[in-house]
């Protein structure tokens, strides 16, 4: 095995023995109180920072075996095999714990075959970190790099919608989670976010000071990118290289704004 291969493998290994420590005892504290709110909140950080790691070890890939066993991991089945309702926190920290003891498996055989493939790659980007909803960061991390391909490729139309996708998604996460008082008090109107135009959202997410005035470099066929599907041909023309540009030009300076230690 080469020896750059065997050093990241035991950086893994240490991380993952300190993942595993960390796993027990929380599953313990949850075990005695499963309403401890902070043996909660902490296993929210864990289950964050495994996600992380699974990811690096499954280079990026949701198909690899370990990325599939994680996300299982989370849909505790009964025993007629359907979803659980209302797992314990402490159970699924278990379930959890025995996808880390795979990967230790895993990169502990001798054989090279039976090491993580993605254990001699770079680890993945995280760019979605900022985002309030963990739920939703590894949809735009793969929104990201589909938008980026499309825009490679010269599919302009894809580009930017994906683009504005992202945007819209990162400003409602941070509207949300500024919360609807304060928006009220900056003049953001009444209802729910949800049913604010794509527009209403940048207007009322630049008022809060949440960010600054980059929106306004939009061109008119990324403000109005609900209006077509894909392969139509938008009223204020067909989208051009320079418009998918710019629109992830403005994604990128929003996302800036929204996590400033970028």
Same mark, same amino acid.
């Given at each position: 095995?080469?020896?750059? &291969?065997? +050093?990241?493998?035991?950086?893994?290994?240490?991380?993952?023995? #300190?993942?595993?420590?960390? #796993?027990?005892?929380?599953?313990?504290t949850?075990?005695?109180?499963?309403s401890?709110?902070?043996? %909660?909140?902490? !296993?929210?950080?864990?289950?964050?920072?495994?996600?992380? !790691? %699974?990811n690096?070890l499954?280079? #990026?890939?949701?198909?690899?075996?370990?990325?599939?066993?994680?996300?299982?991991a989370?849909?505790?089945?009964?025993?007629?095999?359907?979803?659980?309702? #209302?797992?314990?926190?402490?159970?699924?920290?278990?379930?959890?714990?025995?996808?880390?003891?795979?990967?230790?498996?895993?990169?502990?055989?001798?054989?090279?075959?039976?090491?993580?493939?993605?254990?001699?790659?770079?680890?993945?980007?995280?760019?979605?970190?900022?985002?309030?909803? !963990?739920?939703?960061?590894?949809?735009?991390?793969?929104?990201?790099?589909?938008?980026?391909?499309?825009?490679?490729?010269?599919?302009?139309?894809?580009? &930017?919608? +994906?683009?504005?996708?992202?945007?819209? /998604?990162?400003?409602?996460?941070?509207?949300?989670?500024?919360?609807?008082?304060a928006?009220?008090?900056?003049?953001?109107?009444?209802?729910?976010?949800?049913?604010?135009?794509?527009?209403?959202r940048?207007?009322? /997410?630049?008022?809060?000071?949440? %960010?600054?005035?980059?929106?306004?470099r939009?061109?008119?066929?990324?403000?109005?990118?609900?209006?077509?599907?894909?392969?139509?041909?938008?009223?204020?023309?067909?989208?051009?290289?320079?418009?998918?540009? +710019?629109?992830?030009?403005?994604?990128?300076?929003?996302?800036?704004?929204?996590?400033?230690?970028?």
């Amino acid at each position: 095995m080469e020896e750059n &291969l065997q +050093t990241q493998i035991q950086t893994y290994l240490s991380h993952l023995d #300190g993942l595993i420590r960390r #796993g027990h005892q929380l599953r313990d504290t949850l075990i005695v109180d499963p309403s401890d709110a902070a043996a %909660i909140a902490a !296993t929210r950080r864990w289950q964050e920072d495994c996600g992380v !790691t %699974i990811n690096q070890l499954s280079g #990026g890939s949701k198909a690899h075996w370990l990325a599939r066993s994680f996300s299982q991991a989370f849909l505790m089945r009964s025993s007629d095999g359907s979803a659980a309702q #209302g797992a314990a926190p402490a159970e699924i920290v278990q379930q959890l714990l025995s996808v880390l003891g795979q990967a230790v498996a895993s990169l502990s055989q001798s054989n090279d075959g039976a090491i993580i493939s993605a254990s001699s790659q770079q680890p993945a980007p995280h760019k979605f970190d900022f985002v309030q909803s !963990t739920e939703i960061r590894p949809v735009l991390e793969q929104a990201y790099a589909d938008g980026r391909s499309a825009l490679e490729k010269g599919d302009y139309d894809f580009s &930017l919608r +994906t683009s504005c996708g992202i945007l819209e /998604a990162i400003v409602t996460d941070a509207l949300e989670h500024k919360g609807a008082n304060a928006l009220a008090a900056v003049g953001a109107p009444a209802g729910k976010i949800a049913d604010w135009s794509f527009e209403t959202r940048l207007a009322a /997410a630049e008022k809060a000071g949440l %960010i600054r005035s980059g929106a306004a470099r939009l061109p008119a066929v990324a403000r109005a990118y609900r209006d077509h599907a894909e392969g139509e041909t938008h009223s204020s023309g067909i989208v051009s290289e320079r418009d998918a540009k +710019t629109t992830g030009q403005v994604l990128h300076v929003i996302m800036r704004d929204l996590d400033p230690g970028r």
